[in-house]
């Protein structure tokens, strides 16, 4: 009786092409909408994974802001956006007492230059930081290619360690190490080359490819005073990067205002775009939600249409034998195949986008088993609950009344 | 023991608090093998004692014996069992399913049938072939002449081995030649052994048949008995084998 009703249902379908397309339209845009959205979320979450497994798992960052107003649930909040490209709130003593805690095996302050990084006049994509020797370590899918990093006997020198990116700009397959580079006004020597990790996030991977040291002194001059946007800090083997990561923020809570620094690991940052995501995942949810609502009220609507036009046919069902429960289920069937088609319309048009979005950005959407069973239970679940009244009035109807109906 | 036995059986419509009875107090009783018409005039009660004999519908009061079993009290879903494996309808307008194929119509009651009956595919080519109709399987029903549109309905009722075949009216929408032809094919179902009722307002279609019930204003009038007699119509034999379910 099963695969009657659903050949049936195909039939009864293909009879009516054109309505049966105009009904699933809104179950294809509610579908597709949730899962592009969800395949794009997918693919920031392992661009993110993928930039974080780039740190070490016992690497964590100090950066001024309160990171909390974000990931909490949105709590009310007085602190300031802009902290989190401040320089003025992080200074030199936070590095000097993180470096005195147990359990940290270096800290180092992080502050970016706002300068070109040329050669000859052509500019580079290099994204200039100056920090203390050592913080290289600090990256261990970052290596060092050529030359040497940066030392404390750099200290306010014009060098520069080049990234991947911004040396093959600059100099292609030369060697840049010996050679110079222009930073603002200033003519630097290339003391080091970098390698970036082969396997990088694409969106925020490019970081890696394009990063470039100067000495901290050597920034400070450029920029006319002491900044520092972040402070890099590993923690010792053998300790809990979490603890230690605790025991930054209680020292750091004795100079600063609840608010004013964070402390982020790499949980911490995934996070945060969870949070993001879930907060932009309900939104989108909820306008899918509508569009479901408006392609359900459509499937009711034509399986209504469908069931008085089909009168003289429950009528025969009925005189050859059919029960109302088969008749309820053969068009339950049929909405459900309605339904089940917008959705499967729906993930094809999503797999479209994910395709474009995939071809037109540098992120990488994933379309996940979880997101098809969604689709198809979604799709299946508007069937059922919006074919069941016609189904129901389809079941009910009276055998010699449906007979006559013309 | 008869096959159909309806004593005092009464169909009452009722409707703000005015009652109109379509059938008064019937008794009526057929045996197994007879072919029997019921001729009566529009609006005598012939349709709706046929879609009581049939369990399309339900007496207010009486009592309804089929082949052996008071149907009288039993639920719709039994209802709808004994309609599939006992009752094959055949109807003055065909009612086929438009958008599906001559087999796939003829396999429809089995689709809802328990009854083991063998490969389903073969069994309804094999009663499309009693009809004539082997040429024909995969035509949709638009496809078909009249006649053939009526054969296929008797296919559909016979498909399942029921033990009654009834008949409202079916020869109403063909043309003569093919109207003797259809009623041809309902005696050859008879001979063959079949519980045949069918139900006419013509009685030259009715005298086809072994015995004619008279109904009027929702009462049997009479019997009449044309063993005895021959048929008025003239029957020529449409198909050279002999039918058989």
Excluded: C
Excluded at chain 1, 346 to 371: R, S, Y
Aim: proline share 4%.
């Amino acid at each position: 009786m099963f695969f009657g009703a659903l050949k049936m249902a195909f039939t009864s379908i293909a009879a009516h092409k054109a309505r049966a397309f105009l009904t699933t339209l809104g179950v294809i845009i509610g579908v597709s909408s949730v899962i592009t959205l969800l395949a794009i979320g997918e693919g920031l979450k392992n661009d993110v994974k993928q930039t974080v497994g780039n740190f070490g798992s016992q690497v964590f960052f100090v950066i001024p802001g309160d990171l909390g107003a974000f990931t909490s649930g949105g709590r009310t909040t007085t602190a300031n956006p802009a902290n989190f490209i401040s320089g003025d709130i992080l200074t030199t003593k936070d590095v000097a007492a993180i470096r005195r805690l147990r359990g940290v095996e270096k800290a180092f302050p992080v502050t970016i230059i706002p300068e070109t990084v040329r050669k000859d006049g052509q500019p580079s994509s290099a994204m200039l930081a100056a920090t203390e020797p050592g913080a290289l370590g600090i990256f261990p899918a970052v290596t060092l290619s050529d030359g040497r990093d940066i030392t404390s006997l750099d200290s306010n020198d014009n060098v520069v360690v080049l990234g991947d990116r911004p040396a093959e700009q600059l100099f292609e397959d030369d060697n840049p190490v010996g050679d110079t580079v222009t930073i603002g006004q200033e003519t630097f020597t290339v003391v080091g080359k970098l390698t970036a990790p082969e396997s990088i996030g694409a969106l925020t991977g490019s970081d890696f490819e394009n990063i470039s040291f100067i000495p901290f002194d050597t920034g400070t001059r450029l920029i006319g005073n002491e900044q520092i946007h972040r402070i890099g800090v590993k923690a010792e083997d053998g300790f809990d990067s979490k603890n230690v990561a605790e025991a930054v923020r209680e020292d750091l809570a004795t100079r600063h205002e609840e608010g004013d620094v964070s402390v982020v690991t790499p949980d911490d940052m995934l996070d945060l775009l969870s949070s993001l995501l879930s907060t932009v995942a309900s939104a989108v949810s909820a306008i899918a939600a509508i569009s479901l609502l408006v392609g359900g009220i459509g499937i009711m609507n034509i399986m209504l249409v469908s069931v008085t036009e089909r009168t003289r046919e429950i009528g025969i069902r009925k005189a050859v034998g059919a029960t109302k429960w088969a008749i309820m289920i053969q068009f339950l069937i049929e909405a459900i195949v309605v339904s089940a088609i917008g959705g499967g319309l729906g993930l094809g048009l999503a797999m479209i986008g994910v395709v474009i979005v995939d071809l037109k950005t540098a992120l990488v959407p994933a379309i996940t088993p979880f997101m098809i069973t969604l689709a198809v239970g979604v799709s299946v679940g508007v069937g059922i609950i919006f074919g069941l009244a016609p189904a129901i009035s389809a079941a009910r109807k009276d055998p010699i009344e449906a007979l006559r109906y013309e | 023991m008869a096959l159909i036995e309806l004593v005092t059986v009464t169909k009452e419509y009722r409707s703000d608090h005015v009652s109109f009875a379509a059938l008064h107090e019937i008794n009526l009783s057929i045996e197994k093998g007879e072919f029997v018409t019921i001729m009566g005039p529009s609006g005598s009660g012939k349709s709706t004692l046929m879609n009581i004999i049939g369990l399309l519908d339900r007496s207010t009061s009486g009592k309804y014996t089929l082949d052996g079993r008071e149907v009288q009290k039993l639920g719709d879903r039994a209802l709808a069992r004994e309609r599939n494996e006992n009752i094959g309808f055949v109807f003055q307008t065909f009612n086929l399913l438009p958008r599906v194929s001559v087999l796939d119509n003829v396999l429809l009651p089995l689709i809802y049938s328990r009854k083991k009956i063998g490969n389903r595919g073969d069994r309804a080519k094999e009663v499309l072939g009693q009809v004539g109709l082997s040429h024909r399987l995969h035509y949709r029903p638009n496809q078909l002449s009249g006649g053939e549109k009526q054969r296929v309905a008797i296919a559909r009722a016979l498909v399942n081995k029921p033990t009654l075949l009834l008949a409202d009216e079916p020869t109403g929408n063909l043309d003569s030649k093919t109207g003797q032809e259809i009623l041809k094919l309902f005696q050859d179902l008879h001979k063959g052994g079949s519980t045949v009722i069918l139900v006419t307002h013509d009685s030259g279609v009715a005298a086809a048949a072994q015995r004619i019930i008279k109904i009027q204003d929702g009462q049997i009038e009479g019997r009449t008995s044309k063993e005895s007699t021959p048929p008025t119509t003239t029957l020529e034999p449409v198909h050279p084998k002999k039918v058989r379910l």
